[in-house]
């Protein structure tokens, strides 16, 4: 293929704003906030779960705790009624003995009701308080999520900002380049891990960083000034 020499200028030109261009991309990509936020989104899923674990403890303990006041209700009733009967003389004197013996049974009864009554009180209290850390972790961790959120969008923009100027300046660079230069340039590129034309020093191709042969060397000090130079290693138009 031959080639103005200017035109080989200018795509060298425009193989230096491409490799700023990806390396800001790859920039944008590789940020350690990314890291930051992917770990965050981890756990904000782990507290979530924990979130409803909590949640159904609180109200397994709640449930617990008011059917086991409940419990004692009925049985405090009882214990007025046959107190009330026992004080005021209305029992036969025959079932009195008994009815003093269920009344014992019912205090019994009833203290033993109200220490589970408090044990479930304190498992709520404690489901409660286990409940209300766990949302104030959560809490906590969308209020740090939603920081570094606006943090990373607020860096990615800037490199996009630069990534677009470098654009702008890699188009109107390439503008006046041969069109078969440029298509041979962007088909080498995709393959040859984004550079499509690379310097030759002196026998070396910083694309590949092999040197030519003699053989092949020669070749390119023979070649006309207009021909487009392939490094014969890697493949890339090279820049004499």
Same mark, same amino acid.
């Given at each position: 293929?031959?080639?103005?020499?200017? #035109?080989?200028?200018?795509?060298? #030109?425009? /193989?230096? @704003?491409?490799?700023?261009? =990806?390396?800001?991309?790859?920039?944008?990509?590789?940020?350690?906030?990314?890291?930051?936020?992917?770990?965050?989104?981890?756990?904000?899923? /782990?507290? *979530?779960?924990?979130?409803?674990?909590?949640?159904?403890?609180?109200? #397994?303990?709640?449930?617990?705790? /008011?059917?086991?006041? %409940?419990?004692?209700?009925?049985v405090r009733e009882r214990l007025v009624r046959n107190q009330k009967r026992v004080d005021e003389g209305l029992m036969d004197p025959k079932a009195?003995? %008994?009815?003093?013996?269920?009344?014992?049974?019912?205090? /019994?009864r009833i203290s033993d009701l109200e220490d589970t009554a408090l044990e479930t009180m304190e498992a709520m209290e404690s489901a409660q308080a286990?409940f209300d850390d766990i949302t104030a972790q959560a809490g906590g961790l969308e209020a740090e999520l939603h920081k570094l959120v606006e943090q990373?969008?607020?860096?990615?923009?800037?490199?996009? *900002?630069?990534?677009?100027?470098?654009?702008?300046?890699?188009?109107?660079?390439?503008?006046?380049?041969?069109?078969? @230069?440029?298509?041979?340039?962007?088909?080498?590129?995709?393959?040859?891990?984004?550079?499509?034309? %690379?310097?030759?020093? *002196?026998?070396?191709? @910083? *694309?590949?960083?092999?040197?030519?042969?003699?053989?092949?060397?020669?070749?390119?000090?023979?070649?006309?000034?207009?021909?487009?130079?392939?490094?014969?290693?890697? =493949?890339?138009?090279?820049?004499?």
């Amino acid at each position: 293929m031959k080639a103005d020499p200017t #035109d080989l200028m200018r795509l060298y #030109d425009v /193989q230096t @704003l491409d490799t700023a261009i =990806d390396k800001i991309k790859h920039k944008a990509l590789a940020l350690p906030i990314h890291a930051q936020i992917a770990a965050l989104l981890t756990r904000r899923t /782990q507290i *979530g779960d924990e979130v409803i674990a909590a949640k159904t403890a609180l109200s #397994d303990a709640t449930s617990l705790a /008011q059917r086991s006041e %409940a419990d004692v209700v009925p049985v405090r009733e009882r214990l007025v009624r046959n107190q009330k009967r026992v004080d005021e003389g209305l029992m036969d004197p025959k079932a009195l003995p %008994a009815a003093l013996e269920e009344i014992q049974h019912l205090k /019994q009864r009833i203290s033993d009701l109200e220490d589970t009554a408090l044990e479930t009180m304190e498992a709520m209290e404690s489901a409660q308080a286990t409940f209300d850390d766990i949302t104030a972790q959560a809490g906590g961790l969308e209020a740090e999520l939603h920081k570094l959120v606006e943090q990373r969008d607020t860096e990615v923009s800037h490199l996009a *900002g630069e990534s677009k100027e470098l654009s702008k300046e890699r188009a109107q660079t390439a503008q006046p380049i041969a069109a078969d @230069l440029m298509a041979l340039y962007e088909k080498i590129r995709t393959r040859a891990s984004g550079i499509g034309i %690379a310097k030759l020093e *002196g026998r070396r191709c @910083l *694309g590949c960083d092999l040197e030519a042969t003699v053989a092949d060397y020669n070749s390119y000090l023979k070649a006309a000034p207009d021909e487009v130079l392939r490094c014969a290693e890697c =493949d890339r138009i090279l820049m004499r």
